[in-house]
């Protein structure tokens, strides 16, 4: 029977933690369960579209992390309340895999007096309403199991984080599906909080297998996959399926249609329209769109000179209407 470890660690950064994930599936032998925690972010699936998924204007305002994982499914909301797991273990393709790697939890849950249950494909719910998510993907001979567990999560900052902008697009990344969620805090008899919920799962995973730690060599190259790929705008945005978008705005000076298409997180062919009254021709105005990041503070400064195409118009009102 093979031999899994525990890995210690209590690394909150998403950046880390994700890229620890893809780290230990490729370039280590071995299987490992861990459990880690992540400051605020958002965690969107590796085939979505992370501006269709994400509130973007949100998250730089809350200074809340965007993260894309190697594995499917929809986005999800991590904070200090969210505890989440990690399972890196042989693949068998004869067993649901999902069923057994959320048994132990659901076994943990039960023994708190949760009456936790599998739930749909990848869900742990209670009374029908989800606690945990869970993904997969497989490498190899190996695959790589993680799942969320809701605490005591902040369900504002949730629904804030998550929920979409005015802007409609079109894209053909994979949808979140969104469920009725709760918070596994709120369905405790006797009261914790989430670092005594955490240590106890901790301790029942300790109780089947030898603890281990990452080594600095193992740090090293987790903070380097960070750099190259988990940080970076072309991952996390840049990755989302090529989308056709478009933005419909009422403002004083008039209404105004904005088209575009992303690629990579980069606008291109866009076009604007209205019933402004224009100074100079919008096309200059809208080729200065082109080639720019998708994002609130690039955005912002491509309208900068707006004024002097559309009479009374703000850069800074235009761009905070797309992205609200």
Known sequence: ??????????????????????????????????????????????????????????????GIKVVRRQTGGGAVYHDLGNICYTVIAPFDETVNNYEKFTAPVIEYLNLIGIKAEFSGRNDIAVDGKKISGNAQTVYGDRIMHHGTLLFKTDMDALTGALKPNKLKIESKGIKSVRARVTNIYDNLLMKMEAKEFLDGLRSYFRSEMPSIDFSDEDIKAIHKLVKEKYSTY????????????????????????????????VIQNAQIFGDFFAVKDVTTLANNLNGVKFNHQDVEKALSGVGDYIKGASAEEIAKAIFA
């Open 1 to 62: 029977m093979e031999k899994f470890y525990f890995l210690t660690h209590d690394n909150h950064d998403a950046y880390f933690n994700l890229a620890s994930e893809e780290y230990l599936l490729k370039q280590k032998d071995g299987y490992y369960v861990y459990l880690w925690v992540n400051e605020p972010a958002v965690i969107v699936g590796v085939n979505q579209n992370t501006m269709q998924e994400v509130n973007l204007s949100y998250t730089e305002e809350k």
């Open 234 to 265: 072309e991952w996390n945005i840049g990755g989302s399926p090529k989308g056709k978008n478009r933005f419909d705005g009422r403002f004083k000076f008039g209404t105004i249609t904005l088209c575009f298409d992303t690629e990579k997180g």
